[in-house]
């Protein structure tokens, strides 16, 4: 909530800026992976730009295996440079449209922003998270993975820090996890505090007369249906991170309440059944491997903690959850 309004209102301000001096700006966007990096629907994200933005040329930049699925195939590419050339079209159609969003509900995404940011940021500092991403997550095993282009850390130190993080492994990490926090935590409870504020019709409007905030809230959908907190449910057994677990899977349900809600929809995506049907049946398909990569990872931490990682039956468990996590990552086709 908070990086896409920043970076909307960035660029409405960089326009302006460069319209004074009669500077004509290219914006270089960053549109691979997930929703957490960028990613998501990239036809929704440029047709909710108004003419505010500049966007006579339009430069993206598309990674990892969101490449071969968007363009593997000669049917898939030649869709997707339609749907990025037609995005636009709108705009230059009816150049007297307003602003989107409207800048009524300025005010309203500002109290959405500081909410969800504080919210998030309350998860982030929770001293539970570095000790989960570290002991119980597979993030460590990322840097022996060959999916991105640079190390998993900045800089190496002995104990894993967020600030030194890249994206890539972090962002994977809970598409792995089938949690996808960085998609949607802190939404939920902004939306559900301005609802209690009696505001409901207001954010209903909001939705409708927004395509940016559609798309945010479209994003934050596609995060959830990718989530699957069944597959982890164990850690809400009276684990040490019970409470870590039960935060996050609770926060999921609170913005799929408040989603369908201000949205009106019976179902997460039914506004996009195609894309909804999409992801279930390549949910269904990842789900064994799921098994295989939580049983694998599991059983080679317990060969960790024992100081028997070397042996070979724990290099082959680490070996069965390396080859899973690469092959979950690109069924899932934007997961990192």
């Not at 929703?35 to 500049?54: E, Q, V």
């Not at 997550?137 to 002995?158: C, E, M, N, Q, Y």
Request: hydrophobic fraction near 40%; include cysteine.
């Amino acid at each position: 909530m908070t990086a896409n309004l920043a970076i909307r209102q960035a660029k409405r301000q960089l326009t302006e800026v460069g319209r004074q001096h009669q500077v004509e700006l290219v914006f270089f966007d960053g549109r691979g992976g997930p929703p957490a990096r960028g990613g998501g629907n990239t036809h929704r994200f440029y047709r909710s730009f108004d003419l505010g933005i500049d966007q006579w040329h339009q430069q993206l930049t598309i990674q990892g295996q969101t490449i071969s699925s968007n363009f593997g195939s000669l049917d898939s590419a030649q869709h997707h440079v339609e749907q990025l050339f037609t995005a636009n079209l709108e705009n230059l159609l009816w150049p007297t449209k307003g602003e989107d969003p409207p800048r009524e509900y300025q005010s309203l995404l500002d109290e959405l922003s500081v909410v969800a940011h504080r919210t998030y940021r309350e998860l982030r500092d929770d001293p539970l998270l570095i000790d989960f991403l570290s002991d119980s997550s597979p993030l460590p095993l990322f840097d022996h993975l060959t999916i991105g282009s640079r190390p998993v850390a900045r800089k190496r130190s002995a104990r894993l820090e967020l600030e030194q993080l890249r994206a890539i492994p972090f962002v994977a990490t809970w598409s792995v996890l089938k949690m996808q926090v960085p998609g949607y935590y802190g939404l939920g409870t902004a939306i559900e505090s301005t609802l209690t504020q009696g505001r409901e019709l207001e954010l209903k409007q909001l939705y409708r007369d927004s395509r940016f905030f559609r798309a945010l809230l479209d994003n934050a959908a596609m995060s959830l249906l990718k989530s699957r907190f069944d597959v982890h449910a164990y850690l809400a057994q009276g684990s040490q991170f019970s409470q870590l677990f039960c935060k996050i899977r609770d926060e999921a349900d609170r913005t799929a309440r408040a989603i369908l809600q201000v949205s009106q929809q019976p179902r997460l995506l039914a506004n996009d059944p195609v894309n909804r049907l999409s992801i279930a049946m390549r949910e269904q398909i990842v789900l064994p491997l799921l098994v295989i990569v939580q049983s694998a990872y599991l059983r080679y931490l317990e060969h960790q903690r024992a100081g028997t990682e070397t042996e070979p039956a724990a290099l082959q468990l680490k070996k069965l959850s390396l080859k899973g996590i690469a092959a979950i990552i690109n069924a899932t086709r934007n997961a990192a």
